[in-house]
């Protein structure tokens, strides 16, 4: 009876050993510009797969590699400044092979308002001083290097 139960506690321990294994695998690819067909360097390459989110950013190349990814459902999501933000869902990550997932990104663009500059005609409150005259408040005279409230910095 004793072995019995020793045998089952043991068998028990070895199915939930095995039985908890996660499969893994890795997603990888190439981002482009879809007009020049030049790599983008630096995309940012997202994996949301059963709520685990992993990410990558692109090489010179513009390829990217992400590992460790959960076998199951997944979004990809590409996104670079200057460009619009492209989102795959509903891929499948296998455990047979990696997945290979290129994206081809398009420019965005945005037109600003015009931008005026003015200049401020103030004269300086000392009139024999040549180079500058411009004066500071005491928090401006805190935030230069050196001791606490000096001005001589």
Avoid: H, W
């Amino acid at each position: 009876m004793k072995r019995l139960v020793i045998f089952s506690i043991l068998l028990f321990a070895l199915t939930n050993t095995f039985g908890t294994q996660k499969y893994t695998q890795t997603v990888r690819g190439r981002v482009i510009d879809k007009e020049t067909l030049q790599p983008i360097p630096f995309v940012s390459v997202g994996v949301m797969v059963n709520g685990v989110m992993l990410g990558a950013i692109t090489c010179e190349n513009g390829s990217y590699r992400v590992e460790n990814v959960p076998i199951g459902r997944a979004s990809v999501q590409f996104s670079f400044v200057g460009y619009e933000s492209v989102t795959m869902q509903n891929l499948e990550v296998t455990s047979g092979r990696e997945m290979l997932v290129n994206a081809e990104l398009v420019e965005s663009l945005v037109n600003i308002e015009e931008v005026r500059v003015t200049v401020n005609k103030e004269r300086p409150l000392n009139s024999y001083a040549f180079a500058s005259a411009r004066t500071f408040s005491v928090e401006e005279a805190q935030r230069y290097a050196g001791a606490a409230y000096d001005v001589s910095r």
